[in-house]
């Protein structure tokens, strides 16, 4: 069964085709056509033998009928020797079906991976190799610009897997606020919550506290209902706090000598009763052991 990793990026082409020629030019530096108009073909590529061959995506630039250019998307989560067999196959149907120029762009979460897609591919007649064009995330091109992010909101979500650890986390995850202000709401819905299954903790409390700060209109119940847990848990955190700071003064105050590793012990706990718990038997006890045992 497919996997999330594997899906979420191919609904992101599915849902805006023109991510392909976006991340086609920052993989190969080359300009695609101009165009018009561009849509989704067929993943479907059927020669005349009865084996049926099924890329990712493919996206058209131009006249449907008569396209300037042919993209096969690929989502590549690991390297897959048989890949190398049908891939070649993938553009030579294609390319016969449609009459038009084809090219490979193939999308891996991570250097590795990305090394083994670049490999040259040959096919066994001089100088027909296949070079496929290749991003991993890392390559994938930030998003600050919030005009971008709204006008190309996909791209925005890859950017935001991509870079929200990085220097410009609270840009990058601005711009991801940005992109689902545009989103209608079951498609915003499922890229907010794949984007926060992939964020550290500290990229999650950042989107939290750009959430909260009242800059954006969140008109989706998705959005109120992540605020409004962001909020719960942001109260939680304050109350912990406020249990850890009178634990340490009971402590003090009954001349208990507190070391590092105890005060880290104390103000890192985010369990609200177990605070409680210790600072009731501090009021009491002789002993830190009969404290925190």
Known sequence: MPSAEHEVPLDLFRNQPAL????????????????????????????????????????????????????????????????????????????ARRKCPVTLLVLCPDRRTSAW?????????????????????????????????????????LSTIAHADGPDQKAILTAFAEALEVTERDRG??????????????????????????TYEWKSDFALKHIAEGEARGEARGEARGEAKLLLTVLETRG?????????????????????TWARRAATAESLDEVFT
């Open 20 to 95: 392909a020629p976006e991340l086609l030019q920052a993989a190969s530096g080359i300009k695609p056509p101009e165009y018009d108009r561009i849509s989704l073909g067929s993943e479907t590529l059927t020669d005349c033998n009865p084996t049926e061959y099924r890329c990712d995506s493919t996206v058209l630039l131009g006249d449907p009928k008569r396209p300037d250019l042919a993209i096969v998307v690929e989502v590549q989560l690991k390297p897959d020797p048989r890949k190398h067999y049908s891939w070649p196959v993938y553009l030579a149907t294609l390319r």
């Open 117 to 157: 897609c670049r490999e040259p591919i040959e096919s066994g007649h001089q100088g027909w190799v296949l070079r496929p064009w290749v991003l991993n995330l890392t390559e994938v091109p930030a998003v600050t610009d919030l005009d971008k992010a709204r006008s190309l909101p996909e791209l925005a979500i």
């Open 189 to 214: 819905e499922l890229y907010h919550d794949y984007v926060r299954s992939q964020l550290s903790e500290a990229a999650r409390h950042c989107l939290e506290e750009i959430m909260q700060a009242g």
């Open 256 to 276: 208990f000598t507190i070391d590092d590793d105890l005060r880290e012990r104390i103000t890192t706990c985010q369990d609200h009763e177990q605070l409680h």
